[in-house]
């Protein structure tokens, strides 16, 4: 979408906080959720300074930040997600690198990254654990247990060479590379390695969904959000075989979809349901399996 937010400024109101209420107004109009929000983040990206300096310095902008400014709030006005043009999103205690073509991680996989912690302290410690992450994307999971558990190594996997590519660049930015290895790989890795724990948050949103996503969520990259007709055709892959990767008494984390707790509950498998915790919004959200052998 062309926008030029230069003829909604008078001359004199080139000031950071005025082009900042035209930027809002203008993502309002084009029925962007927190219209100001997303101004902000928006130009402090550009401005490379935080949103508070924003409004503290409210210096007056140079006339080559105008055009550049435009540009961005036209793609977000197009539903290109924030993410996807400021290149970044915070996951968990980091910042991750993210683009076109890979999943933006949500905040509700923060859940599965602290139950592996914690079930990595109660039942592996200090024992250094070889930890599976079956459909890394970006490698918010990966990069984050590496992080969180020091006595780790991670396998990831991934069928997208566009997410191996970016999450080898967020285990670089968090010098976490050493402990991960990346595959691409059809949900599991070659050979026959067995782990401690496996990771997962696996597409599984029904097909037939879709189409009736947020133009925003559209934008992200089919492969990572579909599961398939009823939206478990990965999650039955993963529970059908993730037995054969774990050590006996090893344990599966899997992010599942807001529907899909009395599946995972019915679903005859090698390992044992210890639990499902829920998300900050109640819905059972992380099923936690055990191979009990
Ligand atoms: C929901 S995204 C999760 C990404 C990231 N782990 C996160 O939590 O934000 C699912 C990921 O699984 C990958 N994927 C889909 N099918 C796969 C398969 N059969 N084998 C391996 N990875 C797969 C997608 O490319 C995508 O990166």
Do not use: W
């Amino acid at each position: 979408m062309r926008f030029q937010l230069q003829k909604f400024l008078p001359n004199n109101r080139r000031y950071s906080t005025e082009i900042l209420k035209a930027g809002s107004r203008f993502l309002k109009e084009n029925g962007v959720e927190e219209p100001r929000r997303n101004a902000e983040i928006l130009l402090s990206h550009l401005l490379k300074k935080p949103v508070h300096r924003i409004y503290a310095d409210d210096e007056r902008i140079t006339r080559g930040i105008l055009p550049a400014y435009s540009k961005l709030l036209g793609k977000r006005a197009s539903h290109t997600p924030l993410q996807y043009i400021t290149g970044k999103v915070d996951f968990y205690k980091y910042v991750f690198s993210v683009e076109k073509g890979v999943l933006i991680p949500r905040p509700e996989t923060e859940i599965l990254v602290e139950k592996a912690v914690s079930v990595y302290k109660e039942y592996f410690l200090p024992v250094r654990a070889r930890i599976l992450d079956i459909g890394s994307g970006c490698g918010n999971i990966a990069v984050s247990l590496a992080k969180e558990i020091k006595n780790c190594s991670i396998a990831a996997t991934d069928i997208s060479l566009k997410a191996l590519k970016v999450s080898h660049c967020n285990a670089l930015r968090h010098k976490v590379k050493s402990k991960i290895k990346f595959y691409k790989s059809d949900i599991f890795p070659p050979g026959k390695s067995r782990f401690h724990m496996i990771v997962s948050n696996p597409p599984y949103i029904p097909l037939a969904d879709i189409a009736g996503l947020d133009e925003d969520v559209k934008r992200e990259p089919l492969t990572a959000l579909s599961g398939g007709r009823d939206g478990t055709s990965v999650i039955r892959k993963i529970l059908g075989r993730a037995d054969v990767f774990l050590h006996e008494k090893g344990f599966l984390l899997m992010e599942i979809g807001y529907n899909q707790a009395d599946f995972i509950r019915s679903f005859k498998c090698g390992m044992k349901l210890t639990g499902i915790e829920r998300d900050l919004a109640g819905i059972e959200r992380v099923a936690v399996f055990r191979k009990t052998g």
